[in-house]
């Protein structure tokens, strides 16, 4: 089915640059676009085959999109881990 979508030209870019180093040419852009829609809706599969697992029940698992990252305040930045690496390296 052909459809038409507006997308950021930044997203685009990206989508593109995927399907050619994935694909090795631009002509790949509908299935990559497609396989991007494919993944986002699988893990609504995945609940909904939790759900018919557990008789109906979603209140004792987490969806994929409830869980949130955690951010470490305390850590240091990579750059600095890095830097004091190469330091002891040498």
Do not use: W, Y
Request: net charge negative; aromatic share 4%.
């Amino acid at each position: 089915m052909k459809v038409t979508l507006s997308i950021d030209d930044r997203v685009l870019a990206k989508v593109r640059e995927r399907s050619v180093r994935r694909r090795g040419k631009l002509r790949g852009l509908s299935e990559e676009v497609e396989e991007v829609l494919r993944d986002s809706l699988a893990n609504d599969q995945v609940v909904e085959g939790l759900k018919a697992i557990c008789c109906g029940r979603d209140d004792h698992f987490v969806s994929f999109d409830e869980v949130d990252a955690v951010d470490f305040p305390g850590a240091p930045p990579a750059e600095q881990v890095l830097r004091e690496m190469r330091r002891h390296r040498a």
